[in-house]
Structures are given as C-alpha cells and as structure tokens.
C-alpha cells in the first residue's frame, strides 16, 4: 500500500499536536524539521529508501502541504477550545488510511479472481490441451472505474491471453477477450490488443 495516506495522517498530527502545545511559528519549524530528519533517515537507510521518500513527497507534495495545514489548523483551534471544529479538520485522515487500505484489499482480491478465472477457462484448457499455467503480465486501467483489462502470459508456450474486466455492484465479472501470439513490445500502441494476431478459440 502507498505510504501518502500514512505520512500524510502522521504529519497531520504532529502539526496539530505542534501547533496546540507551541504556536503557528514553532509548529510549521518542527513539521519541515521532521521531513528533513524523515529524509536523512532514509538517505541513512538505503538509496532505495530515499528515493522511494522522495519519490512520495514530491508526487504527494499536495497531500503533504494540505495534511500539514490541516493538522496546524486543527491544532490551533483546540488552543482555541473550538473541538468541533478541529475535529471536522482531521476527519479525512482516518477515512483516507481506511479508503486507500480497503482499495488495495479489493484489488488484491480482483487479481486473484481474474488469475483463477484465466487457469480455469475451459477455452483455455482446451486450447493448450491441459492445465493453464500463466504468469501475471500486465493491468490495465481505465479513466471508467468501471472497466479493467488483465494480461496473462502462457507458461511455455509464445502465447498470450487477454482478460476484460467490468465492475458493477462491488463484483467483478471476467471475460477471455482474446489470447494472442504478439508480445507487448511488439504490438501498435494506441491500438486494441486484439486485432491483430489473435488465435482462434475453441467453441
């Protein structure tokens, strides 16, 4: 799972934590310190560790700059003995840990239905003359939720088959779109996978 929703609730708290017990000033020092310490720790760590921190707080600089406003925002109303309030601004923290954790649950889920569906494919079965043995190749999203595409690759043989998914009331449904010879590399971007190449399936 991202690391974004984690560090965004951490800082959101240590800013507010900051801001209620030191001030604005004091707060916003102690929230850039701790993401310089966050930093050298993982410089410390591994180079694959800073560059996965850097990685997260440059493409989650928006979520970054906003949990830190938010927890600085929450904190100085507590000072202020608005808890209502503060409490509205730290709301999404615990919703956003819990959306991005049930996401990745649900998808993890997807990927072991669409695997089970493509090995158990009786077309499939047919075609290769036995157990289907496939490994992961590729996933596909789209802009419509709604839709997906997984891609398996044929354990010895230079075969590949393409499974569409559609998503309508928290179930997922797998449809074997095609299984084709062309590798990704050597298939026309921009076009459907399954036009050109393609293998006849069995009735």
């Not at 799972?1 to 020092?29: N, Q, S």
């Not at 075609?127 to 690759?153: F, I, M, Q």
Request: glycine fraction near 8%; include cysteine; hydrophobic fraction near 50%.
């Amino acid at each position: 799972m991202t690391l974004i929703p984690w560090l965004a609730t951490a800082l959101a708290l240590l800013a507010a934590v900051c801001a209620f017990f030191l001030g604005l000033g004091i707060a916003v020092g102690l929230v850039v310190t701790a993401l310089v310490i966050g930093g050298v720790v993982s410089y410390g760590m591994s180079p694959n560790a800073f560059q996965l921190f850097l990685m997260t707080v440059t493409f989650g600089a928006a979520f970054v700059v906003g949990s830190a406003g938010l927890g600085i925002a929450a904190g100085l109303n507590l000072r202020k003995r608005r808890f209502l309030l503060a409490a509205l601004l730290l709301a999404p923290f615990p919703w956003f840990v819990w959306h991005t954790y049930s996401s990745g649950v649900e998808a993890a889920n997807e990927q072991k239905l669409a695997y089970d569906f493509v090995t158990q494919n009786a077309q499939l079965i047919q075609l290769v003359g036995g157990p289907v043995k496939v490994y992961p190749a590729s996933a596909t999203t789209y802009s419509d939720s709604s839709r997906g595409r997984y891609e398996y690759s044929l354990k010895d043989k230079p075969l590949y088959a393409i499974v569409d998914v559609t998503r309508s009331s928290g179930k997922s449904h797998f449809r074997l779109a095609c299984v084709t010879t062309l590798s990704m590399g050597a298939r026309e971007a921009g076009k459907d996978d399954c036009l050109r190449s393609t293998v006849p399936l069995p009735k």
